[in-house]
């Protein structure tokens, strides 16, 4: 959302034509084979429970909507303590399939890639809603295909081809 912002403030982007296209979520996965037994954020308190990933807040979108999840719901400090950062969310994905850690935070849609190696225990609930924007970039004359695309990912074939990538409507 924020670099949509800034495309328009910068006069780039035809406002008139943006959307919020797509919705994820912020899923709490664990290994397949789950040694630990994690069956809730309540789990990762137990003392056998000692490495969770996560995205770095500072510098990966998912850590961000991570914490700010985890600190609404009261389970960040116990998250934090045992806390291996990831530089992003492929690398967390990583980690959690190949049990190098004993859970993490992803978005639904990287969970979805990997369903035979991780298991997701629940979706947490975003301080705000994870969406993805699409607009037009604004030029003189409008061009055909770009609208031609913009109009697919927005039809209903559209959307069920992202639904099959782990996306939601917003």
Same mark, same amino acid.
């Given at each position: /959302? &924020? #670099?949509?912002?800034?495309?328009? +403030?910068?006069? !780039?982007?035809?406002?008139?034509?943006? %959307?919020?296209?797509?919705?994820?979520?912020?899923?709490?996965?664990?290994?397949?084979?789950?040694?630990?037994?994690?069956? !809730?954020? #309540?789990?990762?308190? %137990?003392?056998?429970?000692?490495?969770?990933?996560?995205?770095?807040?500072?510098?990966?979108?998912?850590?961000?909507?991570?914490?700010?999840?985890?600190?609404? !719901?009261?389970?960040?400090? #116990?998250?934090?303590?045992?806390?291996?950062?990831? /530089?992003?969310?492929?690398?967390?994905?990583?980690?959690? #399939?190949?049990?190098?850690?004993?859970?993490?935070?992803?978005?639904?849609?990287?969970?979805?890639?990997? &369903?035979?190696?991780?298991?997701?225990? /629940?979706?947490? +609930?975003?301080?705000?809603?994870?969406?993805?924007?699409?607009?037009?970039? %604004?030029?003189?004359?409008?061009?055909?295909?770009? /609208?031609?695309?913009?109009?697919?990912?927005?039809?209903?074939?559209?959307?069920?081809?992202?639904? &099959?990538?782990?996306?939601?409507?917003?």
């Amino acid at each position: /959302q &924020k #670099a949509m912002d800034k495309a328009i +403030e910068a006069g !780039s982007i035809d406002a008139d034509t943006r %959307k919020d296209f797509v919705q994820n979520g912020v899923v709490f996965i664990v290994p397949s084979d789950n040694p630990k037994n994690i069956q !809730s954020l #309540a789990d990762l308190a %137990k003392e056998d429970v000692t490495r969770v990933a996560y995205g770095n807040p500072a510098t990966v979108p998912v850590g961000r909507y991570t914490q700010g999840s985890l600190e609404k !719901s009261g389970d960040w400090q #116990a998250v934090e303590s045992r806390k291996v950062l990831g /530089q992003n969310v492929r690398q967390v994905l990583d980690y959690v #399939a190949r049990g190098e850690v004993d859970a993490g935070f992803v978005f639904a849609t990287d969970a979805a890639i990997m &369903k035979d190696k991780v298991n997701v225990v /629940q979706e947490l +609930e975003t301080t705000v809603p994870v969406t993805y924007p699409i607009a037009l970039v %604004k030029r003189d004359g409008r061009n055909e295909l770009a /609208q031609a695309y913009l109009d697919f990912v927005l039809s209903e074939e559209g959307q069920a081809i992202l639904a &099959k990538y782990g996306f939601s409507k917003p």
